[in-house]
Structures are given as C-alpha cells and as structure tokens.
C-alpha cells in the first residue's frame, strides 16, 4: 500500500520570500510523483510531476521540486512567491507495479502569501 | 484545450433524496474517477472507471454507486443522501494507456440537510 504525508496544513510566507512543502511517501515499490494546486473555487491542475530521470523536476509557474528516494520525500520549492501563488497543495503518489495504477492524495497545504 | 465539465457548481438536497452527479470529458480518456474532497483529509477516492461500463470501488465507496454507459460520462449516485455526504465532489479523468496526469472538473459542492 502506498501513503503520502503533508505535513503542513497551512503555510504562511510573505510575498516574494522562499517557501518550500514538504511531502514524504511510502510506497514497496517504484513510484511516481505529482504535485496539483487548487486554486479558490476550482478544480486540481497540475504543477510538475516525476517519472524518472533528473531528480531535480520544474514545473509551472516557477515551481520546482526534488525527489529523494533515500528519504522518501518529493518537497515543492519556490524562490519568490507572488500574492497569486495563494492556493491548496496537494501532493500525490502513483506506483509503477501495473495494473490500474491507484494515486494516493495527500491532505493538502494550503499557501497562504501575505503582501 | 482539455476539458471535465460537472453538472452542477453548487447542489442542496435533502435527506433521504436520490442525488445524480454528472461529468462529462471531451478528451476520449479511459479511466475516469470520482473524489471527495473534505477539509483536512484531502481527496479519497470513492469510485473510478477504467472503461465503459467497467467500474471499481475506490477507497470510501459505502452509499454511493457509479454509471458509466458511455466512454465519455461517468456518473455518481448517492441512492440515499445523507448529512454526511455534505463535501465537495470531484471529477477526473486520464488516459488509458498514460496513467499520468488526471485532469479534474471544477468540483460540485453538496450540501444535504
């Protein structure tokens, strides 16, 4: 079975200062990796996802992240954010044993940037 | 551009009355999905397609159930609402033969008193 871990509900940051959130998984086997925002009132998009490859992923609206197998973790970083990064985080974990290939939600973060 | 519609934004119905959720894509996806989303839980799955008329229980499935005639509907049901089905629902769908990306609808918010 796989889980995934926000360990942040809610982060608050003033405007153009750095934030990163956290995500930690658990899975047996090889997974992949997304993180979606949720802006008011709307559905998920996605922001950037891993599949292989570079560990280093970057995604829209200048948000990168870095996946860390040793420490199971896949945390969202931004250098600068901007009042209009304000939204729910969720990250998300699918493995890669076949089949349907189920992805688990974690329970959110919500960015809050303070100007 | 990609698109999941829902049928409704916002829904109030009462206890006891048979609530129908509807979502339609336009991207000729395979697999389609059903979430609730409640404060401090996140998204839990409650029912997904893999293809028409083929249905699987997700992960909170108990009171719901799912329909899906054609490749690109997927509806759910609750036969019998409850309070605590008050949520916000949400709608997704990916490819077949892609399992990355899911893309969502802008969610149907249930209220039932």
């Known amino acids: 079975a796989q889980s995934v871990t926000q360990l942040d509900s809610q982060v608050p940051v003033f405007e153009e200062a750095p934030v990163e959130l956290r995500c930690n998984y658990s899975?047996?086997?090889?997974?992949?990796l997304f993180w979606y925002v949720q802006y008011p009132n709307q559905g998920l998009q996605l922001l950037l996802k891993y599949l292989s490859g570079s560990t280093l992923v970057k995604g829209i609206n200048g948000f990168e992240a870095e996946f860390n197998k040793s420490q199971t973790s896949f945390h969202l970083r931004k250098p600068s954010v901007h009042i209009s990064d304000t939204a729910e985080y969720f990250c998300?974990?699918?493995?890669?044993?076949?089949?349907?290939?189920?992805?688990?939600f974690g329970t959110g973060t919500k960015l809050q940037v303070i100007p | 551009d990609v698109k999941v519609t829902q049928s409704s934004r916002y829904l109030v119905k009462r206890t006891g009355e048979k609530v129908f959720l509807e979502c339609v894509q336009d991207m000729d996806h395979e697999n389609m999905f059903w979430y609730r989303q409640d404060p401090g839980l996140g998204l839990r799955l409650i029912y997904f397609s893999y293809d028409v008329k083929m249905k699987e229980k997700g992960d909170i499935p108990e009171g719901y159930s799912v329909s899906r005639e054609k490749k690109e509907r997927f509806s759910l049901i609750l036969e019998s609402a409850s309070t605590n089905q008050t949520s916000m629902y949400l709608c997704?769908?990916?490819?077949?033969?892609?399992?990355?990306?899911?893309?969502f609808g802008p969610g149907t918010r249930l209220t039932v008193t």
């Open positions: 998300a974990v699918s493995d890669q044993s076949g089949g349907y290939q189920k992805v688990t």
């Open positions: 899975s047996s086997v090889s997974v992949y």
């Open positions: 997704a769908s990916r490819t077949g033969t892609n399992y990355l990306e899911q893309y």
